[in-house]
């Protein structure tokens, strides 16, 4: 075919949330909005709910961009974070601990532990990973929201985990209508022009959450948020709802682990764990407009 390119791409996914993931430090992608909307269309393309790209870096061992499944590109991922990391080390050879830019800011990963094929009838490369995230800033606790059909103004609290979030806490999380009411809040003008991600997070113990996100960027309810179970937790802390180290349970049923300290209002020292997984690498062929 003329006009074509071959991208070799691993298949990562962690808690759920699935990427496509390319070593572009020889830039062979160069449109990565249409490659994005182009490889995340499920049923009729790989299918992810984003692209992840390893670029040089001068300041460390590479810089990673996200491009969202509709183009956009984002600030942070923290699911990303550990999915990108198994790869750079199982696919790309660097160590364990690693250091890595996005625009949101430094982030340190790491590989906790390591094996292959370790849950019975689930092929893949598994590894329990670690990602130090960038530290929490524009806390807001109350926010009340006026939204359109809702007699009772939405409570909700804000942070930004390096990319925004909208945390709202509540009973019957089963029962929400995440898609619904998610949409209304992250285009509310109280978010905008960035908008926001919506987390809706029932309290299930003294350190223990479980959650729902509608994902900007996305545009729908994921099977989970790495930075919004991050946004969660330190919320619910600061409010005194939970304690560090925090249990979230995702939509997928995977529980991720947030570690943090604090002094005040002031959150430092953040840090998400959990599982991240290389499914399978493969070689997509793009057209010229494309790649």
């Known amino acids: 075919m003329t006009n074509t390119k071959t991208i070799p791409f691993c298949k990562a996914v962690a808690s759920g949330n699935d990427f496509v993931v390319v070593d572009n430090r020889k830039g062979l992608i160069k449109n990565e909005k249409k490659f994005a909307q182009k490889v995340c269309r499920p049923h009729l393309d790989i ?39 198994l790869y750079a080390h199982c696919v790309l050879g660097f160590p364990k601990k690693m250091k890595f830019e996005t625009l949101a800011g ?11 094929n370790e849950r019975p009838g689930d092929a893949g490369i598994w590894a329990c990973m670690r990602a130090k995230m960038v530290n ?22 804000f942070i930004d985990t390096g990319v925004p979030h909208a945390v709202i806490f509540t009973e019957g999380l089963e029962s929400v209508a995440v898609h619904e009411l998610g949409r209304k ?21 003294k350190s223990a959450l479980s959650i729902r ?5 996305v545009e729908a309810e994921t099977l989970a948020c790495g930075s919004g179970s991050t ?13 560090s180290p925090v249990k979230v349970k995702t939509k997928s049923g995977e529980i991720l682990t947030v570690r943090m300290k604090i002094a005040g209002d002031k959150v430092r020292n953040v840090f998400l764990e959990g599982d991240a997984k290389i499914v399978f690498e493969g070689n997509i062929l793009v057209k010229g407009d494309v790649k």
Not at 55 to 83: L, P, Q, V, Y
Not at 138 to 146: A, H, P, T
Request: charged residues 25%; aromatic residues 10%; negative net charge.
């Open 47 to 85: 299918g992810a709910d984003g692209v992840l790209l390893v670029e040089k870096s001068n300041k460390a061992d590479f810089f990673m961009r996200i491009i969202n499944s509709d183009g956009s590109e984002a600030e942070t991922c923290g699911n990303g974070f550990r999915c990108i990391t």
């Open 106 to 116: 430094m982030i340190d990963g790491e590989i906790l532990s390591f094996s292959q």
């Open 136 to 157: 929490p800033k524009d806390y807001k606790k109350d926010i009340f929201l006026e939204l359109e059909g809702i007699k009772k103004l939405l409570h909700c609290s």
């Open 185 to 205: 809040v992250r285009y509310h003008d109280r978010f905008m022009p960035r908008g926001t991600n919506v987390n809706f997070v029932e309290i299930t113990g």
């Open 213 to 217: 996100t509608y994902e900007r960027g």
């Open 231 to 243: 946004a969660a937790a330190v919320i619910g802390c600061l409010t005194g709802h939970v304690q």
